[in-house]
């Protein structure tokens, strides 16, 4: 099950600011498995890979205190890591040609999450290891942006 958490100290550039960080297992539902395959189609920079929002994104809706945050990926990339965009029949409300291929919600503190910076940071790892010794690993995360309807207008 994807593990999702609000955690400061995972950008080392800003220790203070809280990040959106996932945790998917690389042997887990399609979902996760899918995310992991998507670290292989991502741009190095930084110690961290990207995924660019013209190929997916983040979406994160808050509700009082539960976040939801669903990753939607275009079928074009998911083809490009030999992934079926077809197993994922739901689609992103901002835009339906995007796949979505994993949920994951939480319980949060409102005040944390806004402060949290936009990008959401996926990492890969079984379900058996805390997100500290995740983190503590130095392994490169996945960095998602937000989502396209998040663009400052022109």
């Known amino acids: ?3 999702l ?13 809280p990040v959106v960080t996932l945790v998917v ?5 399609p979902g996760e498995r ?16 990207y995924l660019v929002m013209t190929d997916g994104w983040a979406e994160h809706t808050v509700d009082g205190n539960r976040l939801v945050v ?3 990926v275009y079928p074009g990339a998911l083809g490009q890591v030999g992934v079926d965009a077809g197993t994922f029949p739901d689609r992103s409300a901002l835009d339906p040609e995007a796949a979505l291929v994993l949920r994951a919600e ?17 990492f890969t790892a ?9 983190l503590a690993a130095d392994a490169w995360p996945m960095v998602l942006g937000h989502s396209p309807a998040d663009e400052p207008d022109e």
């Open 1 to 3: 099950m994807t593990r």
């Open 5 to 17: 958490h609000i955690r400061s100290g995972v950008n080392p550039e800003e220790p203070d600011v």
């Open 25 to 29: 297992d690389p042997d887990g539902p």
């Open 34 to 49: 899918a995310v992991h395959e998507l670290f292989s189609y991502c741009y190095e920079g930084d110690g961290v890979v």
């Open 70 to 72: 669903e990753i939607a």
């Open 106 to 122: 939480t319980v949060v503190d409102p005040e944390l999450y806004a402060r949290a910076a936009p990008a959401t940071a996926v």
């Open 126 to 134: 079984g379900p058996d290891r805390a997100l500290d010794d995740v």
